[in-house]
């Protein structure tokens, strides 16, 4: 296998592909997984995690391939190919909803490429002739910090005078849209399992949004510092041949000039009336909840006085109220 592609593919995976094979592996390992209690005194070697398989699907402009989707396929062990009867009903239900996107490839769970891989990669070329191959490893490593997917193409290589297809790794950006980016941020917040309360949610949430703002105000700053010193070094860098300070850059003003001009599109009437109003309305149910509040807590020591009033009266006392 090679190290890296020199098709000069730019590929872009979005979030749900990422979380259909997951949620695809989870579902077959719990599956697979015996019952609690079934095991033979527990001297039987834990099973080995099973491999999911299924097809990637998206839109090829010119050189990007962007990949939307992921539908499920079935495989057999035996003849170690897939269901091709399977795979084109699902096709052809997925064309009806989507009849923009296309069959790019197809995607597998595990560590690494299997001998068998390139068996299913072949039979899938005619239906693209250049299929791609995503690969999730599920297996938990706290010390890595990228994404465990890896994507190859197959390129035709000749080793030892004889011309043979191998896997090539790809690099590929992460491409989200609105809807994936609420979607990604509902499952990152679900209530865990070890029966976290509501605070305990809020709190790690307020802290995300706190480290994000804390990250993005250290990028402002380093950004300014940065066209400071390439204010002084461009002075000087007309009258000096060499200054210390950093000599200007037309490429990189520009682009911080098209991204201050997106800024005085908040400075409209229209963006203060909203402003107001969205802060107006969270003032008032905040203002809300507290007379709310206030006004349970009341109740339950009115209940509480009655109570304890009623008693004192049935044994025949008088009580003062101070």
Request: glycine residues 6%; contains cysteine; hydrophobic residues 35%.
């Amino acid at each position: 296998m090679a190290s890296s592609s020199s098709s000069g593919l730019t590929f872009k995976l979005h979030p749900l592909v990422i979380v259909n094979i997951s949620d695809h592996y989870t579902r077959v390992k719990s599956q697979a997984q015996p019952p609690h209690g079934s095991s033979n005194g527990g001297s039987s070697p834990p099973p080995q995690p099973p491999r999911v398989f299924g097809c990637v699907i998206g839109i090829q402009r010119g050189r990007t391939v962007e990949i939307f989707n992921s539908f499920e396929l079935l495989y057999d062990p035996s003849t170690e190919s897939l269901d091709r009867s399977f795979l084109e009903k699902k096709q052809e239900l997925y064309k009806k909803v989507f009849p923009n996107f296309y069959i790019l490839g197809w995607y597998s769970t595990g560590s690494d490429v299997q001998e068998s891989d390139m068996h299913i990669h072949k039979a899938l070329m005619d239906i693209n002739e250049s299929p791609v191959y995503v690969i999730l490893n599920p297996a938990i490593n706290h010390s890595q910090k990228d994404l465990p997917v890896t994507i190859y193409e197959s390129e035709l290589h000749v080793i030892d005078g004889i011309p043979q297809l191998i896997f090539v790794r790809s690099s590929y950006t992460i491409e989200t849209v609105e809807a994936e980016r609420i979607s990604v941020d509902h499952v990152a917040h679900l209530k865990p399992s070890d029966g976290g309360s509501a605070a305990t949610q809020l709190a790690a949430h307020l802290t995300g949004i706190h480290s994000a703002i804390k990250m993005l105000n250290s990028r402002i700053r380093v950004l300014h510092n940065y066209l400071l010193s390439m204010q002084r070094g461009g002075f000087l860098y007309e009258f000096v041949e060499m200054a210390g300070d950093i000599p200007m850059e037309d490429s990189l003003l520009r682009q911080v000039s098209s991204l201050l001009r997106r800024l005085p599109a908040i400075e409209s009437g229209k963006f203060q009336d909203d402003f107001q109003m969205e802060y107006n309305d969270t003032l008032l149910i905040t203002y809300l909840a507290m007379l709310t509040n206030c006004s349970s807590t009341m109740n339950e020591l009115v209940d509480k006085f009655n109570t304890a009033y009623d008693r004192h009266s049935r044994r025949g006392g008088r009580t003062a109220f101070i």
